[in-house]
Each structure stands twice: as C-alpha cells, then as structure tokens.
C-alpha cells in the first residue's frame, strides 16, 4: 500500500472536521450545538446571537460552516444567509435550524442555499450527520 492509498483510506474513515460558527438568539441552543460539534472534533470558532455577530464572525474569522436559527430577532436566519452569501468570496455551507417545521420555510431555506435543514428539538446524530456529510462534500472538491 503507498502512502497516498493509506491517506485516502483514512480520509474515507474520518471525515474533514470543519471551522464552524454557531447562530442561534438562543444561547441554550448554542450551549448544546457547540458541545455536540466539538465532543465529534471539529472547530467551533465561533458563536453568535444575531446576524450582527455573525457577520462579525465572517469577516475575522475562517469559518468552512454556519449553522444558522432560522427565527431571530431583527434579522431572520434566511436573511443572514443570503447576506452572508454576498459578503465574501469564499462560499461557506450552510445548515438552518428551526422549530418551524413548515415546509415553505424548508423550501425556502434549501432553495435559497442551504446544504440541509434540521428541526428543532434536533438530535444530535441528526445533527452530526448533517455536519459530516457537509465535510465528506467538502472533502472531495478538494
């Protein structure tokens, strides 16, 4: 087995863990994702609790992942998605939360650039599968 065969195995096996900023105005909601993300390894570099803050975050921070509450104050979580979407020319991946489970809301995240949406209470394989798969994508456009 050469080197390069050994990497793509363990590649296969382990996901990149991602840089990843947590949005939610509920600072429980943050508590829990970010313990989730980092107890699976990957960098939570941020957190915020509004679309302020997390613009804030993009502009110093190097994040590969947002995942973003759908339903916050002043600004909603599509909205700072698609302001986040014209701020850099780096394209970030995107998951929205919500407990609105309507489906216009899902449509309207997804349509508007979302890699997945998760409902609110989540679980947290839910949640890490959503995270994973978000990296094994990222993985391979390397």
């Known amino acids: 087995m050469t080197p390069n065969n050994a990497s793509n195995e ?13 949005v939610d105005d509920s600072s429980f909601s943050r508590k ?5 993300l980092e107890e699976d390894g990957h960098i939570v570099v941020g957190e915020a609790s509004n679309a302020e803050m997390a613009i804030q975050i ?31 020319k780096k394209s970030f991946a995107y998951i929205l939360i919500s407990s609105l489970n309507v489906e216009s809301v899902i449509i309207d ?8 949406f998760i409902s609110k209470p989540f679980d947290k394989n839910d949640l890490l599968s959503s995270v994973n798969k978000i990296a094994q994508n990222i993985e391979s456009d390397k």
């Open 58 to 88: 993009a502009h110093t921070t190097n994040v590969d992942l947002f995942i973003i509450d759908v339903v916050m104050p002043e600004v909603s979580g599509i909205e700072l998605m698609n302001a986040l979407k014209e701020y850099k």
């Open 10 to 22: 363990l590649n296969q096996t382990s996901p990149l863990k991602l840089k990843i900023a947590v």
């Open 109 to 116: 995240a997804i349509s508007g650039g979302a890699q997945d």
């Open 32 to 36: 829990t994702m970010i313990e989730i």
